[in-house]
């Protein structure tokens, strides 16, 4: 298992920016699949974006050309950039940790992002 901390959540005015950061444990970090989940009240969680051991990076239709997904394997952390926030972005961010061979999914707690004017 690998322990996952989220940070960087806040109160921001539409059309502003975030960038959220997700420190993981571990050793083996390099070989998760890393991604950002989002649920809004009353809504169902959903995929924000992914990004493989590789590189290879994945976005949900609502996001893409607003946020970015990244990781740095030497410090243990992705992060997600926002920008361009809308309303519509309010949600509890999940940090996610998958080995894939495996299958088993590991989540942080969350950080709050609230877009209101």
């Known amino acids: 298992q690998v322990q996952l901390v989220e940070s960087g959540g806040g109160l921001v005015q539409p059309g502003g920016s975030l960038r959220l950061s997700c420190a993981a444990s571990g050793n083996n970090f390099r070989f998760y699949t890393m991604g950002w989940y989002r649920q809004a009240p009353g809504k169902q969680r959903e995929l924000v974006a992914s990004?493989?051991?590789?590189?290879?990076?994945n976005y949900a239709d609502a996001v893409k050309g607003r946020f970015t997904i990244s990781r740095d394997n030497a410090k243990n952390t992705v992060y997600l950039q926002m920008n361009t926030l809308n309303v519509e972005d309010t949600a509890v961010y999940y940090c996610n940790a998958r080995l894939v061979v495996v299958g088993h999914d590991n989540w942080g707690q969350g950080t709050q992002v609230t877009v209101s004017s």
């Open positions: 990004i493989t051991s590789g590189g290879s990076t």
